[in-house]
């Protein structure tokens, strides 16, 4: 597949956006530019619905902007949407025919379903739910959807934005005490009017700029030690403390909140109480961010018609297909790394030295399989490459706390350093959690020994308690010295964290002819 470049250009009530994506040759989507501009156009569409000469002069000049970067790419195809704004525009014609007139562009204005279903369709392709609740709310309204086992089951677009609420009951800057009561009576009795959104009790998933600003001041009011915004987990009461600190600030001070684009600073307020009114009626409390949405879920369409993407797949398993490609992982190897891994936790579970569960089983499968793939960068210092790499990366379909926990098994070298690289996150464990997992960090590094040539020779294991000591047989199909040299130089980390001496035996398959 050679590499290809596609441009989406969103004309939203509140932004415009252009955003090129390149379609690597492994198939991996990355952004190659991000453009935007606050045009606020949903500002210039008048009492009577009408978009105004000021509002079509920067909806065209922006588009003139755009047009000189997307020439300078050689693009497979231009996608070209618009949204509520112009959508509800009585003019709506005569603005289509100016811009393919005076540009190098189509636009295709998008239903409130298509606006809605795009956005769901992003966030089932990035994320691990099968359950929930999608909202994107724009400048000019606000979509809605409820999916169950990842399939579309209602959707609703409201004729309210971010912008149109400040517009609608906001005098000045931002809104008073008074009128954040008035948004909040208002949008609660919006949202009470479909029956389905009433106490799913399941995770709300929020796209959009507003929803990054958001998680952008928790981040920073946190001191959030991750880079990436995407599948990051708040609580209600988190969204409630916010509003709580923002809303006695005047508007000078609101600009300058660190995380809040200055851009959103008289919207944020309008927009956390959409949030809030959200979260009450579904019965939940957590909020989650997908930045992933419409302009992905356009790409993802598109991609689809051009039979290059296929949809509803594992999340997770595309993105660790991603990682083995990105990395050159040797799939036959890692893969016999997984299965040896699983075998022996499993092996030390049956023997009544831990015990895992569902989540864990899952964790120790994909750490296992890009297990040191740091190693790729720098052998000698792989670990470490590791971690990082893996806690920095953005990873669809795996929230932030499994990330972490996956980089510390992936890049389990020692007690030392798993604790190094732990310290940071601790406070986001709790009692022994770290402890349980540094036993699976040993446990996946001691299967790694067990390939250490990476000829696969390993064709069974058994653990034996032999009361005081425990005995690791290993029958093999070649010989194994290299991995025995291995295995005795690392069986320490297990050992340390089972509290048990291990002894090694390696013997011969009965249908191997080692000589």
Not at 31 to 55: C, F, P, S
Not at 89 to 104: F, G, P, R, W
Request: proline share 1%; with cysteine.
């Amino acid at each position: 597949m050679k590499t290809r470049y596609y441009a989406i250009i969103d004309i939203g009530s509140n932004t415009m956006r252009l955003v090129v994506y390149l379609r690597d040759k492994n198939g991996r989507i990355k952004e190659k530019e991000n453009v935007k501009v606050v045009a606020r156009l949903r500002n210039y569409l008048t009492a009577e619905g009408i978009l105004d000469g000021q509002g079509i002069r920067i909806l065209l000049k922006t588009l003139h902007s755009f047009q000189e970067v997307t020439r300078y790419y050689e693009l497979e195809e231009t996608t070209c949407v618009a949204t509520a704004t112009v959508r509800h525009a009585k003019n709506q014609q005569d603005i289509l025919d100016m811009v393919a007139k005076e540009t190098d562009f189509t636009i295709r204005v998008l239903s409130d379903y298509e606006e809605a279903y795009l956005g769901y369709l992003a966030v089932t392709n990035s994320m691990p739910f099968q359950d929930g609740i999608t909202i994107d709310i724009g400048g000019g309204s606000t979509e809605l959807t409820y999916f169950k086992d990842r399939q579309l089951q209602f959707y609703h677009s409201f004729p309210f934005g971010a912008l149109s609420l400040k517009r609608q009951f906001v005098a000045g800057d931002k809104p008073t005490a008074e009128e954040l009561d008035q948004i909040h009576t208002y949008v609660y009795g919006q949202l009470q009017t479909l029956e389905w959104l009433a106490d799913k009790q399941l995770p709300v998933i929020a796209i959009g700029g507003s929803a990054r600003n958001v998680v952008q001041i928790h981040q920073e009011k946190v001191g959030y030690p991750l880079a990436g915004l995407h599948q990051y987990k708040m609580k209600k009461q988190d969204i409630e403390d916010m509003e709580a600190e923002l809303a006695p600030l005047d508007f000078a001070e609101l600009q300058k909140v660190d995380g809040l684009s200055k851009d959103r600073a008289d919207i944020i307020l309008p927009a956390m109480q959409v949030f809030r009114c959200l979260l009450d009626i579904v019965g939940t409390t957590d909020f989650v961010l997908s930045r992933k949405g419409l302009r992905d879920g356009l790409l993802y369409e598109v991609l689809r018609r051009r039979d290059q993407m296929t949809l509803f797949a594992d999340v997770l398993e595309r993105s660790f297909e991603e990682l083995a490609k990105d990395f050159e992982i040797d799939r036959a190897h890692a893969l016999e790394r997984q299965g040896t891994a699983l075998q022996l936790a499993e092996l030390v579970e049956g023997l009544g030295l831990a015990e895992w569960n569902a989540n864990d089983k899952f964790l120790v499968r994909y750490a296992a399989f890009v297990y040191n793939i740091g190693a790729y960068i720098d052998t000698e210092s792989g670990n470490q490459h590791t971690f990082y790499l893996l806690a920095n990366r953005t990873i669809d379909g795996l929230l932030h706390k499994d990330r972490i926990i996956l980089a510390l098994l992936a890049s389990f070298k020692n007690k030392s350093f798993y604790n190094r690289n732990a310290e940071v996150f601790r406070s986001w464990f709790k009692g022994e959690e770290l402890a349980h997992y540094r036993l699976l960090g040993a446990i996946i590094k001691l299967a790694n020994s067990l390939h250490a040539t990476k000829r696969n020779i390993v064709a069974g294991i058994e653990l034996q308690d032999e009361g005081g000591d425990l005995v690791l047989i290993v029958t093999c199909n070649k010989d194994w010295q290299a991995e025995k040299y291995q295995v005795e130089k690392q069986k320490k980390h297990l050992e340390k964290q089972l509290r048990r001496n291990i002894q090694l035996v390696f013997r011969e398959d009965a249908h191997s002819n080692i000589s």
